[in-house]
């Protein structure tokens, strides 16, 4: 079911790094001594009415500038939509905890005030779907609206979901993002579950750093999905798989030739593989064991020391592949190795799993 | 997308029932499983009226063989149920002979515990037991009922307010007829909790004498609870098996109102489009709707919406309709799940199961809900809608099995 090719045609994306900026590729990434990476936020006020900014979570801002960025930036490379923006065809979401600044609003007045005296608003927003529902209403885009709320594969479940109707003929195009946001109190709740490093480290020394856990993280990116190629097409969205825990490392292995089989690729042909190695030992040992069976001749690039590990963090992932792509260099923070970029970087395949329980392969080629 | 997608199982628990045949006899026996709330300490206790599963969360753990198991959830333990009824139903012994999924709806997720842990974590940071919050996403019922199955393939979950498992059962739909699944366990599971009661009340939409949907003096919803699954198998899997078709998905619509968050437009435009694109893709004129299972969730807003979308699409020949949410209350994501089980068990059984409490006809429609069990008329397409928060709408077309 790969006869269509799909194009990547828009980026936009709020993160802990200054990728905001469309002319500079990560030249210039921010460290800091922490165990958690919060987004550099945009000015909202050219976007969002400034009635709405005060009474919305930051989850839904967040998605809002990036989907507005997508969009924007689909608009500059197709001549035609350029004056009139661009209403895509559906709009396809993911997230893992999905608005929890909104629910722990709702939850913390719910107690303090014994049910009592309660306001809708953040009962309202708390629902998963409001990112996606806010975004089609800011658009006025009645399209396909959805929502996957599937832990470590929430933004490939909407990656599979575009991939299906437009491969399908469903859909010419698709406004795909992940996102997740960092709140105080569920960072608390997830430190006392030992997920993060105890000790704050540099963020971008946390692969070196033998503490257990990794360094929270947030941030939301949309990519534009289109039937159509265009000068400035970013990438081809080859393929997305998502899988629960192999049980061995030769299941991951299978799993891993079955899914480049189906595109006519070997692992020898991946120029770059992007990994979800984020400074738990264990947690990366995974990625290590892959990497010695399979990469062994392959580039290979880490993204969370700039992003953080959270649960949609896989959409960071996507942006910096494409991004790759299209320019065709790989930035030097996100390398690591010994080995030089070859000359042409024409599949990237980025392999993340979410503390090893959802796993997922996402491939990226040259258009 | 071509191919086609078969019913073969069916699951359910609700306030009317613990199984597919507690639940039909509920339904002709127009039994309601509204009731005063049990579950749970809250000031809105003999006020506000709730549809609950009439299990414990105890009984639920034994029911599935995890007495004494502190790391479940209300919600995940009646998606367990519902879902194990779906496969066994469906007659499948080996969950792994064939490319399985599940594609699980929840709007609540593991809230029912979050809660108790956020009572004690607000007193102070280090309090609240973690087994309480770990299970707090929406993924954990979703991944406990597929390992309880045993299904590995794909597996994943959906949340859009109370369209929920409608889009459940449309991307498994589209999964198999792509080829990527032979078959799918579709559906959803949403517990009763307190923060749904109270964002719903926030609302002013809980009406306090049980919901009258499509009524003139309606006063807004009930809550409810439950789980229902559906097992979704391609035409292959079908005919390699013999397997006996229960109904099919013949086609499903979903499109966003873009008016309000929670709010529906008051002509139901995304009502309106998601029902025409289930229509245009299942090949059935309007004529040929036999029924319609609406969402008629007994708010003013919803089914004045839905009524004239209905109207708009249908004109002056509106099909025979009723809302089942006076039997089973409102189960969010699990709602369009519930409605299909009950659509299917409409056709199985060529009875329409009428509208509780209802009393007048709306003053701004021409229609009105049936109000008595009526058999006697053929049945063999039904429209099935959900409508939610973020103006997700939903709408699925049910079939008789024609060959």
């Known amino acids: 079911m790969n006869d269509i090719p799909i194009y990547i045609n828009g980026l936009g994306i709020v993160s802990p790094q200054k990728t905001a900026d469309d002319n500079r590729f990560l030249e210039e990434p921010l460290s800091c001594l922490t165990n958690h990476l919060r987004c550099i936020e945009p000015v909202y006020k050219d976007f969002i009415p400034s009635d709405m900014i005060r009474r919305m979570g930051r989850i839904i801002k967040m998605s809002i500038a990036a989907s507005k960025f997508c969009l924007s930036d689909a608009a500059k490379n197709s001549r035609e939509s350029i004056t009139t923006g661009i209403v895509p065809e559906a709009i396809i979401t993911g997230t893992g905890l999905g608005c929890i600044e909104d629910t722990e609003k709702f939850l913390t007045s719910m107690i303090r005030d014994n049910e009592e005296f309660l306001t809708p608003t953040s009962f309202i927003q708390s629902t998963h779907n409001t990112v996606a529902g806010q975004i089609a209403l800011l658009l006025k885009c009645h399209g396909y609206n959805f929502t996957f709320v599937h832990r470590g594969i929430s933004f490939e479940s909407a990656m599979i979901d575009a991939l299906t109707q437009i491969q399908a003929g469903e859909l010419s195009n698709a406004l795909v993002g992940g996102s997740d946001e960092l709140t105080a109190n569920s960072f608390a709740i997830t430190t006392r579950l030992g997920f993060w490093k105890q000790k704050p480290v540099q963020s971008l020394d946390i692969l070196d750093d033998k503490q257990r856990g990794t360094i929270a993280g947030e941030g939301a990116s949309f990519l534009f999905l289109t039937n159509e190629k265009h000068e400035h097409t970013y990438a081809r969205l080859t393929g997305v798989t998502a899988f629960l825990r192999p049980l061995s490392h030769s299941e991951l292995r299978d799993k891993l030739h079955k899914f480049l089989a189906t595109f006519g690729l070997i692992p020898n042909d991946i120029s770059l593989v992007i990994l979800g190695l984020n400074g738990d030992q264990r947690n990366d040992q995974v990625y290590k064991n892959l990497l010695e069976t399979d990469f062994q001749n392959t580039l290979p690039a880490c993204f969370k020391h700039l992003c953080g590990e959270y649960h949609t963090a896989s959409s960071f992932a996507t942006w910096l592949a494409a991004r790759v792509i299209r320019e065709q260099s790989v930035p030097a923070v996100v390398r690591f190795g010994l080995r030089q970029p070859p000359a042409k970087l024409d599949h990237v395949l980025i392999y993340n799993h979410f503390r090893d329980n959802n796993h997922a392969f996402i491939l990226l080629n040259r258009p | ?403």
Do not use: W
């Not at chain 2, 929920?164 to 739909?173: C, D, K, P, T, W």
């Not at chain 2, 005919?239 to 109102?257: F, T, W």
């Not at chain 2, 873009?258 to 002509?267: G, K, L, R, V």
């Open chain 2, 1 to 403: 997308m071509s191919k086609r997608v078969y019913i073969t199982g069916i699951g359910i628990i609700c306030a009317i029932g613990n199984n597919v045949t507690e639940t039909l006899r509920s339904l002709l026996t127009e039994k309601s499983g509204i009731g005063d709330i049990t579950l749970f300490n809250t000031i809105h206790k003999g006020i506000i009226p709730v549809a609950e599963v009439k299990m414990t969360t105890g009984s639920l753990l034994e029911a599935t063989n995890n007495k004494g198991r502190k790391n479940l959830t209300r919600t995940a333990l009646l998606g367990m149920i519902a879902a194990r009824e779906a496969v066994e139903s469906a007659g499948i012994h080996d969950i792994g002979a064939y490319k399985t999924g599940l594609i699980n709806a929840t709007t609540v997720g593991g809230m029912d515990r979050s809660e108790d842990f956020y009572a004690s974590f607000l007193s102070d940071p280090g309090k609240g037991r973690l087994i309480d919050i770990v299970n707090h996403d929406c993924g954990d019922s979703t991944e406990r009922v597929a390992s309880y199955l045993g299904i590995r393939d794909f597996v994943t979950t959906i949340s859009t307010a109370c369209s929920s498992s409608v889009n459940a059962i449309m991307f498994g739909s589209n999964l198999i007829k792509t080829g990527q699944l032979d078959r799918a366990v579709v559906g959803g599971n949403d517990s009763l909790t307190k923060f749904t009661l109270n964002g719903f009340n926030t609302l002013m939409i809980l009406d306090k004498t049980g919901c009258h949907p499509f009524d003139e003096n309606r006063a807004g919803l009930t809550l409810g609870e439950g789980a229902a699954f559906l097992v979704l198998e391609s035409e292959d899997v079908v005919k390699k098996e013999c397997k006996a078709i229960l109904a099919e998905v013949s086609g499903y619509g979903n499109a966003n109102d873009a008016f309000h968050q929670t709010a529906s437009s008051p002509e139901g435009t995304g009502a309106f489009m998601a029902m025409s694109k289930a229509l245009t893709m299942s090949r059935v004129r309007t004529d040929e709707i036999d029924y319609i299972n609406v969402h008629g969730t007994g708010t003013q807003n919803n089914d004045l919406s839905e009524g004239l979308a209905i109207e708009r699409l249908f004109g002056d020949k509106v099909p025979l309709f009723s809302s089942t949410k006076g039997y089973t209350g409102h189960t969010l994501g699990a709602s369009g799940a519930v409605e299909a089980v009950i659509s299917v068990l409409t056709i199985q059984n060529q009875v329409i199961f009428p509208c509780l409490n209802f009393f007048k006809p709306m003053k701004e429609l021409h229609i009105q809900p049936v109000q008595d069990v009526t058999k006697n008329i053929k049945i063999r397409n039904i429209l099935s809608n959900s409508f939610g928060f973020g103006g997700n709408n939903s709408a699925v077309v049910i079939t008789v099995n024609s060959e």
